[in-house]
């Protein structure tokens, strides 16, 4: 059992590195198959565990859900998703309903393809309060097959449970006060009433007053059917207290949001790019300034001398708010070299700013464009001879 005081992020991390040394041991043959097997799924298990829980619990804890999000950013399809928003400016993203009453998430990629995002992400991404959800629909799951695919509902009768009921409505003929079932008032397209058999015009003459059913099999007469639920794939029957009522969402991003994920967006595109060329990367990449640590996109270390660099995404040009965003940044930890990515391209004021304040701008429309420049900025600006700035 997990107190309260345990991080599950931390444990998340130490389970995680006990597996790889688990695989390590397997693969030096210093366990069987079998052995390996076992350990693997019970560690895979916590592992799974651990992660669920340090989700469940950022949603209240602001600390935790910051530490997920530098993490969540790096992962593909969360990847995927926040381009999404970025591209349709924060948009709402709503779930699509197909034949199987499977709830979709379709987004466009950057090839302009359509896919599918997971619902696991996007929960995950709430969890972290990347993205905002509201209600969209709600729908009951078979507590058996676990799909909503072929249930439907059912009325039965309340003494022998037969489902060959029928429902008639109640009406009253409000003059007259004659109650009678509706098909009695029904006269070809018209509506009189079986007693005083006057034609009724118009909808202040008479009132619904409820159901009244007969139950073909038993003969009983009951006001209130029995409800209940039958999921026809796998011939289950079941009522609402034990199927699986599943809250369906519509996702959102936040202004907030959308700033601080675009600037860690794709960075790990852009760290492996870095990395390959021989810098040290880290990402984000925090630096220890004078009074606070600062955060930026990514740090490398090309020949000891720090380059900071940062990320900005617009659905347009990117504008000079990053750019002082970057320059706060710098006056604190005072790197060696400072890169602003933009893409797909920054605006004219932004380069103007940027170059007042020594920040170099590259732009590209993909991570690995401007990965491919920044490296050759910083070959040029990190190397061994050239002076330290200032
Ligand atoms: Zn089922
Ligand atoms: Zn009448
Ligand atoms: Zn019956």
Redesign the pocket.
Known sequence: MTTATTDPLTEYDTLTSEHARLEKQFLDKKLSQEEFGILSRQLKERIAHAEQQAYNMARKDEDLAKRLRSRIYNEPMAQQVISHFVRTGGRALDPEFGPDRMPRYALENDKGERVFAERSTLQRLADVGTVTETLYERVLYCPRCGTPSDVYLRFK?P??G?IDIVINRMMEHLQCGTIHQETAFLVGRNIICPSCKKLLQNQQEYRLIGIVCS?N??H?HFEDPTQGYFCRRCQNEFTLLTGVVTDIFSYKMTPTALNEAQQFLGVNVLSKALAEAGLAVTAPGALRGATREVVFSLVADKNGKTIAIDIAHSPQEVEIQPVLDMYVKIIEASPAVSILGAVPRASKRAKDIAGLHNIFIVEGVTLAELGSKIIEIASEKAQTQSPPPR
């Open positions: 009768c003494h022998c037969s139950c099999s038993c009983a």
